[in-house]
């Protein structure tokens, strides 16, 4: 799960997580968030952080802002470029240093301490987001600025920015009436709270499970790598033995190994009923809050449904060309779906296994016909991923594109022991950026996979001078024991490859303003980056490079690497449809007109899978009661379809190194750094993506890369 942030000054609390001590605060002069951060590159003195820090700092740094823009508001100046928008996009600085910290430290390892000031500032951070963009004096500079912005000669970039921060304030409330924007305030602020406890009470349940196995019985089936990553999860909880938690490194592999279809219906229904369980952390009647409140923010703004107002502001621009792209993978993807259980019956009847397949059964029997007909296991593919050897090879890609190079700084300071500090160099030498990777799962951790910033680049810092960007990835791998290395599936190294594209995203962005930096593009346009570099996990050249077996050294062999290429497309249609599944419910729940949601979600979201003709035994990859892309934040609300839609541009991006004849022909990464991952937000994504492919692209690679157009019979 990658999530773009917002604006400035409008906080997204998904993009979060460092474990702090307890201790009381001293002083409020003491509090080092406030102080000068001297560490190397401007970092965080993660050690010396406190949870009760928060609050003071916060405060602080609000009122700073707030001074900050009542300087702009009120200067006797005619408003200019320089005096208003550059000087908007200056302020705030030190508030989003301490955001940013403080929601990466809540994400990555919390604490209850943490937790309590999470819910306490979520409501007056969204007060002081609104008191921002809602600021009469200040919006009536560049509203005139806006109006008359053809006539002041701005470079292409300066153009891009007011017309981006207007419409930041519009949507925002600027315009509405003194009325609607009391009222509008109001609704973000409940908004901020109640996203903030559907994330808490994800966490809280993918925390509190646990499935202990017991004996040989219990872990039948299971190779050595999920025992040994079971054992590990076993040990971080203090139990001696093995434990399935909800890490979606761990559960998988469970489902798809384990003999025992009794605890693979246990540990699947445990995943898939997150957030759905009766008391405090029950997210359903959160989730129709939000969805209340969503949709009168879309009628304050005189729109009809939630998704009407949230696609506005895309590439895609309205619902009719979401589910245009929907409606064309959807019915491939069922046509896929059945070839693909017609093979699973036929292997499962070869067994003598009666009974139907259930969704906690799917995986455990395409692997058996992956095994059959492609002879890949995962048993004999991980050896030659080991975590170390991957990142190694994303870091080589990337400096085969680009140039640039990675220099582990293990002085830097970092939260958790776990994270990895890099220093990022461009090919003359100079430093560009910092770079964090958490790849472990913690109990403390919230799920999923995601790149934030701790600072954005741009060339806009108060007092002049270049800020270079501090961009973090985490994952939640499977740990390896002590003193073993950690060995990745194959999803796994795709998605490191994807959060690292969206981290150079990040680290190679070259613009003027932080507003128009690295990820905080259009939300169908954020995944393209992370996404088109997941093709280079499985480039023979990298293979040859990287993958090499974890005890002997020995190179993946090329038999093995044909056999891999073979099994590619194997469960797609599965993949496609859990994945599309998903996509049609965040659209249809935020389209619905009527001011009150649903009174049962689930059985909602239930009736709207039947009627599309879902398989049961498929499942989708998130439900609405745990969908922390749609409720943790509003990133993804009516937006989960933007996977899709950049896998269209990746898809057919990729293809200009195929037509090039290599994977890392100069030209074309040249062009790709240029005006993808360098340009942010600073040029329309549609002419970006002109620019670099000099065309726009074409569906058909999609659905090649995905197998689903039917072989000619």
């Not at 259980?341 to 995986?363: F, H, M, N, T």
């Not at 007909?373 to 991980?382: F, G, P």
């Not at 959060?499 to 990040?506: C, Q, S």
């Amino acid at each position: 799960m990658c999530q773009p942030p917002l604006p400035r000054g409008r906080r997204d609390p998904a993009e979060e997580g460092c474990q702090v001590s307890a201790a009381p605060l001293t002083t409020a002069a003491g509090n080092p968030l406030l102080q000068d951060w001297d560490a190397p590159f401007g970092l965080p003195p993660f050690d010396a952080l406190r949870a009760e820090h928060f609050r003071p700092a916060f405060e602080a740094a609000m009122a700073v802002h707030r001074g900050e823009l009542a300087a702009i508001g009120a200067q006797a100046e005619p408003a200019s470029f320089d005096n208003t928008v550059a000087a908007f996009d200056r302020s705030g600085r030190l508030l989003a240093r301490i955001g940013s910290v403080f929601y990466n430290l809540t994400a990555s390892n919390t604490t209850p301490e943490l937790q309590a000031v999470q819910r306490e500032m979520a409501a007056p951070l969204a007060a002081h987001d609104n008191a921002v963009y809602m600021d009469m004096a200040l919006f009536a500079r560049l509203d005139a600025l806006y109006e008359g912005r053809a006539a002041l000669g701005l470079a292409p970039e300066q153009l891009r920015l007011l017309e981006r921060l207007h419409l930041d304030f519009v949507r925002a409330g600027a315009k509405l009436e003194p009325a609607a924007q009391q009222r509008y305030a109001e609704v973000m602020e409940q908004l901020a709270a109640l996203t903030t406890q559907f994330a808490q009470n994800v966490l809280h349940d993918e925390a509190a499970f646990r499935l202990e196995l017991h004996g040989e019985a219990d872990l039948a089936g299971l190779p050595d790598f999920v025992r040994a990553a079971a054992r590990q999860a076993a040990a971080d909880r203090g139990i001696d033995g093995h434990v399935v938690t909800l890490s979606r490194s761990l559960v998988v592999p469970f489902l798809t190994y384990s003999q025992r279809r009794d605890l693979r219906e246990a540990a699947w229904r445990a995943w898939t009923s997150r957030g759905e369980h009766a008391g405090e952390h029950d997210n359903r009647d959160i989730a129709r809050a939000i969805l209340r409140l969503r949709r009168e923010q879309a009628a304050l703004h005189g729109k009809g449904s939630y998704a009407d107002y949230a696609l506005a502001d895309t590439m895609a621009g309205n619902q009719a060309a979401v589910r245009g792209l929907l409606d064309e993978v959807w019915p491939r993807a069922l046509d896929a779906v059945a070839r693909e259980r017609q093979a699973l019956e036929e292997v499962k009847a070869a067994a003598g296994v009666p009974g139907s397949i259930e969704a906690w059964d799917w995986r455990f029997w395409a692997e058996k016909v992956r095994q059959q007909r492609y002879a890949v296991d995962d048993a004999e593919v991980k050896p030659y991923f080991a975590l170390d050897n991957v990142v190694a090879a994303a870091f080589d890609c990337a400096n085969r594109l680009f140039g640039i190079s990675f220099t582990p700084r293990a002085e830097l300071p970092v939260y958790h022991p776990d994270v990895r500090a890099y220093e990022v160099r461009d090919a003359a030498g100079q430093a560009i950026g910092v770079f964090l990777q958490d790849n472990f799962a913690r109990p403390s951790k919230r799920s999923g996979a995601w790149m934030s910033p701790l600072r954005w680049q741009s060339r806009n810092a108060p007092g002049g001078g270049v800020e270079l960007p501090v961009i973090l990835n985490n994952n939640n791998f499977a740990k390896g024991e002590p003193g073993r290395p950690t060995l990745l599936a194959m999803d796994d190294v795709r998605t490191l490859f994807h959060e690292f594209g969206h981290g150079l995203h990040g680290l190679l962005s070259s613009v003027d303003y932080e507003r128009l930096s690295g990820t905080q593009v259009l939300r169908d346009f954020v995944e393209l980056p992370s996404q088109l570099f997941e093709h280079w996990a499985l480039e023979p050249e990298v293979l040859a490079r990287h993958a090499r077996h974890v005890d002997t050294g020995a190179p993946i062999p090329d038999d093995l690497v044909q056999r891999m290429k073979a099994a590619r497309r194997f469960n797609q249609g599965y993949e496609t449809v859990r994945y599309c599944a998903s996509a049609i419910v965040d659209m249809a729940v935020h389209a619905l007109p009527d001011a009150e949601p649903p009174a049962d979600l689930c059985a909602f979201e239930a009736e709207l899978m039947a009627a599309q003709g879902l398989p049961a035994a498929v499942g989708m990859n998130h439900r609405l009661v745990h969908f922390q892309h749609l409720f943790s934040s509003s990133s993804y609300a009516a937006g989960y379809y933007v996977y899709l839609w950049a896998e269209v541009l990746d898809a057919d991006g990729y293809d200009a190194f195929v037509e090039a004849g290599s994977p890392f022909d100069r030209k074309t990464a040249e062009a790709l750094r240029r005006h993808i991952y360098g340009a942010g937000n600073s040029v329309e994504p549609g002419a970006a993506y002109a620019a670099f492919r000099g065309r726009a692209p074409t569906v058909r690679p999609l659905l090649e890369k995905r197998g689903l157009i039917a072989e000619p019979a």
